[in-house]
């Protein structure tokens, strides 16, 4: 998963409803482009080098996985969907809607199409005093200038005034609020650890990802599935319950709640595929007498994926040890899971289908996602 990159994006509109069209441009940019980290307060500004009406001006702080390009792409499109209409005559006009990126980390980039940093914004007021609200310390990569210093040399005498009404942001439309834990499951291959890194990302979870990786038992089990299994099972549990117990008691008072890409009842689901039957009872003993004393998540959301889209997963993410797991293995847990879910009394359980859905490329389902989450 590429990391994100900060995009400082300057907001402006002087036709029409101005301040609807910079929410309904806010919104845009959530559902299209990225996570809002910070917005600026509004500023009205006398228009610039015409004749028009006062602008209403912001920044925004948005965390992106487009590249520059397909960023510039994207802004120029929502400019269009809200009723931009650029024109051939020289000079500047009255806009619904104008998007500039200011800044893409510290990136420079040149070329025919786009310049960053913008190469105007260090001399306008009506960008740089929004910029300052969400990065006052933010240093212009070429001028090597802090945004506060950029500020006071900016030759601009204008003096753009702070109004008092607020833009939304539209991730708080989804209410983690509500939990304290969340456990993400799946199959293998089903993007589970994938889901839980981006919403701790986005909103400021606690991450607790399972450390299966330093197993040593489990590439022996994938060649010898019956002479490890028991070994593997009981390895996991001591291993999970080590984990799971270590990382719920440590308060962390600056995360909002805890989000894992597992649950300790997964040992017992692979253990009844993996085990035979006389092992798996006494295996079943041994875990009831640990999980009683395991803190149960408040939200509990197995994502579904089919057999297909699981071995095509499986196969990307490259792990050699998995590449021989048969279709029957991957039914067999999907059933498993599915039986236990229907089962749970004491669990607030979501499934949810992604089959069909590419949350780590494709925002629009990440979004979908999280709607099921929180809805």
């Known amino acids: 998963m590429n990391h994100p990159k900060n995009a400082y994006i300057a907001l402006g509109s002087n036709k029409g409803s101005k301040f609807d069209n910079l929410q309904e441009a806010l919104t845009a940019i959530h559902n299209q482009v ?14 610039l080098g015409f004749e028009g009406d006062d602008f209403f001006n912001a920044c925004v702080l948005v965390e992106t996985a487009l590249k520059p390009k397909k960023l510039l792409k994207t802004l120029l499109q929502i400019e269009k969907d809200l009723g931009r209409e650029r024109s051939k005559k020289e000079g500047y006009q009255s806009r619904t809607i104008d998007l500039d ?5 510290d990136e420079i980039v040149g070329s025919k199409s786009l310049v960053i940093p913008h190469p105007e914004a260090h001399k306008r007021q009506f ?21 506060s210093s950029l500020i006071n040399d900016c030759e601009d005498a204008s003096k753009p005034e702070p109004q008092n009404i607020w833009l939304k ?16 499951e799946g199959n293998i291959g089903a993007g589970k650890t994938s889901l839980a890194t981006k919403i701790s990302r986005d909103y400021n979870a606690k ?4 450390r299966f990786a330093d197993n040593p038992f489990l590439p022996k089990f994938y060649k010898e599935p019956e002479r490890y299994a028991f070994t593997l099972e009981m390895s996991f549990l001591a291993d999970r319950y080590q984990q799971i117990s270590d990382d719920l008691a440590q308060f962390d008072l600056f995360k909002e709640f805890i989000v894992s890409d597992y649950d300790v009842f997964k040992s017992l689901i692979f253990s009844k595929i993996t085990l035979p039957e006389d092992e798996f009872r006494l295996y079943r003993k041994l875990f009831y ?5 395991i803190s149960k998540p408040d939200l509990y959301v197995y994502l579904y994926q089919n057999t297909e889209r699981l071995q095509a997963n499986i196969k990307k993410r490259g792990r050699n040890y998995e590449q021989e ?5 991957l039914d067999k847990i999907n059933a498993g899971y599915l039986d236990f879910l ?5 669990f607030n359980v979501k499934i949810i289908d992604i089959s069909d859905r590419d949350f780590v490329k494709n925002r629009e389902d990440y979004l979908w996602i999280l709607e099921q989450v929180c809805g």
């Open 127 to 147: 960008v740089l005093q929004p910029l300052h609200d969400i990065a006052a310390k933010k240093v212009h990569p070429v001028l090597e200038k802090a945004v």
């Open 34 to 47: 990225g996570t809002i980290r910070s917005i600026s307060k509004i500023y009205k500004t006398e228009a």
């Open 169 to 184: 942001n539209p991730s708080k439309q989804y209410n983690f609020g509500q939990y304290n834990y969340i456990a993400i």
């Open 289 to 293: 007498q640990v999980y009683k004393d």
């Open 101 to 105: 990126i200011i800044f893409y980390d």
């Open 342 to 346: 229907k089962n749970q009394t004491e």
């Open 325 to 329: 797991i048969e279709n029957e293995y």
């Open 207 to 210: 991450l607790i990802l399972e």
